[in-house]
Protein backbone atom coordinates (compact mmCIF):
# COMPACT_ATOMS: atom_id res chain seq x y z
CA UNK A 1 0.00 0.00 0.00
CA UNK A 2 1.26 3.48 -1.11
CA UNK A 3 0.47 6.64 0.78
CA UNK A 4 -0.28 9.83 -0.72
CA UNK A 5 1.75 13.33 1.15
CA UNK A 6 -1.96 14.22 1.94
CA UNK A 7 -3.34 10.96 3.71
CA UNK A 8 0.31 10.89 5.49
CA UNK A 9 -0.20 14.27 6.58
CA UNK A 10 -3.77 13.49 8.20
CA UNK A 11 -2.47 10.32 9.58
CA UNK A 12 0.29 12.33 11.55
CA UNK A 13 -1.61 14.96 12.48
CA UNK A 14 -4.70 13.14 13.77
CA UNK A 15 -1.68 11.02 15.76
CA UNK A 16 -0.40 14.22 17.52
CA UNK A 17 -3.88 15.21 18.22
CA UNK A 18 -4.77 12.08 20.97
CA UNK A 19 -3.24 10.56 24.05
CA UNK A 20 -3.06 7.60 25.96
CA UNK A 21 -5.10 4.44 24.87
CA UNK A 22 -7.03 6.55 22.28
CA UNK A 23 -3.65 7.50 20.21
CA UNK A 24 -2.70 3.78 20.49
CA UNK A 25 -6.11 2.02 19.62
CA UNK A 26 -5.76 4.79 16.38
CA UNK A 27 -2.49 3.31 15.31
CA UNK A 28 -3.65 -0.22 15.88
CA UNK A 29 -6.29 0.27 13.55
CA UNK A 30 -4.69 1.99 10.47
CA UNK A 31 -1.36 0.05 11.02
CA UNK A 32 -3.90 -3.13 10.71
CA UNK A 33 -5.35 -1.59 7.61
CA UNK A 34 -2.37 -1.70 6.02
CA UNK A 35 -1.91 -4.92 5.86
CA UNK A 36 1.36 -7.34 6.15
CA UNK A 37 4.12 -5.06 7.02
CA UNK A 38 1.90 -2.14 7.89
CA UNK A 39 4.36 -2.01 11.43
CA UNK A 40 7.20 -1.12 9.28
CA UNK A 41 5.53 0.89 6.89
CA UNK A 42 4.30 3.08 9.88
CA UNK A 43 7.69 3.55 11.74
CA UNK A 44 9.21 4.29 7.97
CA UNK A 45 6.56 6.82 6.95
CA UNK A 46 4.49 7.53 9.84
CA UNK A 47 7.56 8.15 12.50
CA UNK A 48 5.67 5.56 14.51
CA UNK A 49 6.91 3.69 17.58
CA UNK A 50 6.67 0.28 16.49
CA UNK A 51 6.49 -0.76 20.57
CA UNK A 52 3.77 1.65 20.92
CA UNK A 53 1.84 0.18 17.80
CA UNK A 54 2.61 -3.10 19.30
CA UNK A 55 1.05 -2.05 22.23
CA UNK A 56 -1.97 -0.66 21.13
CA UNK A 57 -2.38 -3.78 19.04
CA UNK A 58 -2.29 -6.17 21.79
CA UNK A 59 -5.07 -3.47 23.53
CA UNK A 60 -6.59 -3.80 20.44
CA UNK A 61 -6.80 -7.28 20.10
CA UNK A 62 -7.39 -7.97 23.83
CA UNK A 63 -9.62 -5.52 24.79
CA UNK A 64 -7.68 -4.35 28.33
CA UNK A 65 -6.40 -1.32 28.46
CA UNK A 66 -3.17 -0.69 29.54
CA UNK A 67 -2.91 2.03 32.59
CA UNK A 68 -0.48 4.98 32.15
CA UNK A 69 1.31 5.22 34.94
CA UNK A 70 2.46 9.05 34.24
CA UNK A 71 2.65 10.10 38.15
CA UNK A 72 4.87 7.20 38.63
CA UNK A 73 7.53 9.00 36.43
CA UNK A 74 10.49 10.87 36.21
CA UNK A 75 12.46 11.68 39.91
CA UNK A 76 11.86 11.26 42.88
CA UNK A 77 11.91 14.73 44.80
CA UNK A 78 15.09 14.73 47.70
CA UNK A 79 12.40 15.05 50.41
CA UNK A 80 11.50 11.55 49.85
CA UNK A 81 14.66 9.98 50.03
CA UNK A 82 15.93 12.36 52.76
CA UNK A 83 12.49 13.21 54.66
CA UNK A 84 14.85 15.65 57.55
CA UNK A 85 16.94 16.94 54.45
CA UNK A 86 14.87 20.82 55.16
CA UNK A 87 15.28 20.68 58.49
CA UNK A 88 19.08 20.01 58.76
CA UNK A 89 19.36 22.94 55.93
CA UNK A 90 17.19 25.14 57.97
CA UNK A 91 19.45 24.19 61.11
CA UNK A 92 22.24 25.12 59.28
CA UNK A 93 20.98 28.75 57.55
CA UNK A 94 19.55 29.73 60.88
CA UNK A 95 22.67 31.44 62.58
CA UNK A 96 23.81 32.55 58.83
CA UNK A 97 20.64 34.46 57.57
CA UNK A 98 20.80 38.05 56.92
CA UNK A 99 18.11 40.38 55.76
CA UNK A 100 17.85 41.83 52.28
CA UNK A 101 20.62 44.77 52.24
CA UNK A 102 17.93 46.71 50.97
CA UNK A 103 15.10 46.19 52.73
CA UNK A 104 12.83 45.68 50.38
CA UNK A 105 11.87 42.13 51.13
CA UNK A 106 11.58 40.19 54.33
CA UNK A 107 13.05 37.34 53.43
CA UNK A 108 16.30 36.15 54.75
CA UNK A 109 19.38 35.38 52.63
CA UNK A 110 22.62 32.90 53.22
CA UNK A 111 25.92 33.19 51.14
CA UNK A 112 26.12 29.90 50.20
CA UNK A 113 26.72 28.13 47.23
CA UNK A 114 24.62 24.35 47.02
CA UNK A 115 28.22 22.91 47.02
CA UNK A 116 28.79 24.78 50.28
CA UNK A 117 25.55 23.78 51.57
CA UNK A 118 26.28 19.75 50.45
CA UNK A 119 29.51 19.90 52.56
CA UNK A 120 28.09 21.18 55.53
CA UNK A 121 25.39 18.87 55.39
CA UNK A 122 27.96 15.84 55.26
CA UNK A 123 30.13 17.42 57.91
CA UNK A 124 27.54 18.12 60.51
CA UNK A 125 24.78 16.13 60.00
CA UNK A 126 26.15 13.47 58.80
CA UNK A 127 24.39 12.96 55.58
CA UNK A 128 25.74 10.38 53.21
CA UNK A 129 25.36 12.25 49.91
CA UNK A 130 25.74 10.48 46.23
CA UNK A 131 29.01 11.39 44.71
CA UNK A 132 29.01 13.67 41.62
CA UNK A 133 29.32 12.88 38.58
Known amino acids: MELTESSRKML ?9 VDRRLFMARTVRSFGIGGQRMAERELGWSRVTV ?9 GIRCVD ?13 LP ?20 RS ?8 AARV ?3 LISRKGHECAKRS
Request: proline share 2%.
Open 12 to 20: VETGKTLKG
Open 118 to 120: RAL
Open 54 to 62: RKGMHELES
Open 106 to 113: RRLYVRWT
Open 69 to 81: AYCLRGRKRSEEH
Open 84 to 103: RLLDDIRDLADGQSQTDPTF
